[in-house]
């Protein structure tokens, strides 16, 4: 079938436009399932800023989905999952299961996942680029998501993928913003 990407910075609108994608399927005999990660630790369900939300699965590994049936599959945070996951999307696709995939685009030093990066190459059927609202000068073309920690920029030390716990300050910023921050 076919690969949908959903991808931007925090506060984008990718969970509400995964949950547009799912929430009709409810009413229909069509078997699908989400599925987030057990490393998302935010919420139990997709979860929307608008308030919307859809349930899910939450599981370790994609090749967890491959002893379900499903029609349509929708991967949320799929940043969190491991690059050699993309094998079990590959399979997926091969079975002819339409999947839906939404998640970070970038780390927080601005570089691309590398798992975005394998499912870019698997030739998906759609990109979906959101930009959020730049928490810094307000402008609607946020493309980032650096994570601050006291008020300061980090850019060296982290892992790639940091569950949103509290811990350190996560906003979306535009390019002149980031690199503003990046260089003070």
């Known amino acids: 079938m076919s690969l949908i990407l959903i991808i931007g910075p925090m506060k984008s609108g990718k969970s509400l436009e995964m949950i547009s994608h799912f929430n009709h399927l409810q009413y229909t005999n069509i078997p699908f399932q989400v599925y987030q990660p057990v490393r998302d630790v935010r919420d139990e369900n997709v979860c929307s800023r608008a ?29 969190m999952f491991d690059e050699e996951d993309v094998d079990a999307i590959k399979e997926l696709l091969n079975r002819g299961v339409k999947v839906y995939a939404s998640g970070l685009d970038m780390d927080y030093k601005g570089e691309m996942f590398g798992i975005i990066k394998k499912l870019m190459e698997l030739g998906p059927e759609e990109v979906k680029l959101k930009k ?14 650096p994570i601050f920690k006291d008020g300061k920029i980090i ?7 940091i569950p949103e716990d509290g811990k350190y300050t ?5 390019r002149k913003c980031f690199h503003n921050i990046k260089s003070n």
């Open 51 to 79: 308030g919307l939300f859809i349930n899910c699965k939450k599981i370790s590994s994609l090749n967890d989905i491959l002893n379900e049936e499903f029609k349509i599959v929708g991967i949320d945070e799929i940043h």
């Open 132 to 145: 959020a609202v730049c928490e810094i000068c307000k402008e609607p073309n946020a493309i980032y998501t």
């Open 155 to 161: 850019m060296e030390g982290l892992p790639s993928v």
């Open 170 to 174: 996560y906003i979306p910023v535009c």
